[in-house]
Nanobody
């Protein structure tokens, strides 16, 4: 059974930092496209970062580029989202998502975040940034 477990969210003041973690279990393939996707109530999901496990390339959306960094620790089956200089508009529920069918270029080129059609999703974790 595939599970994606997020942790590390919570309240933070504007300008502060948080690191989200996503522990992935149950996947037995070498390359998995893993992304962080956020959503505000009543709004569409917005993909903010993606990587392909085992690879070096990453993708960050324009809204978070330079402030957020996605990374991986393959030994721990964990993908991270380091969030710095947080703004109130970053407040959202953040989801970890994974897909075994997306190829490397599609994932790290940003296309995976256009439709956010991933096979597997975590339960989501809330990030609240106060001004």
């Amino acid at each position: 059974q595939v599970q994606l477990m997020e942790s590390g969210g919570g309240p933070v003041q504007a300008g502060g930092s948080l690191r989200l973690s996503c522990v992935i279990s149950g996947l037995r393939v070498r390359r998995v496209c893993v992304a962080w996707v956020r959503q505000l109530p009543g709004k569409e999901r917005e993909g903010v970062a993606a990587l392909s496990t085992g690879g070096r390339d990453t993708y960050h959306s324009d809204s978070v580029k330079g402030r957020f960094t996605i990374s991986q620790d393959n030994a721990k089956n964990t993908v991270y989202l380091e969030m710095n200089d947080l703004k109130p508009e970053d407040s959202a529920t953040y989801y970890c998502a994974a897909d075994t069918t997306m190829d490397y270029s599609y994932c790290t080129g940003g296309w995976a975040l256009v439709g956010n059609q991933f096979e597997y999703w975590g339960q989501g974790i809330l990030v609240t940034v106060s001004s």
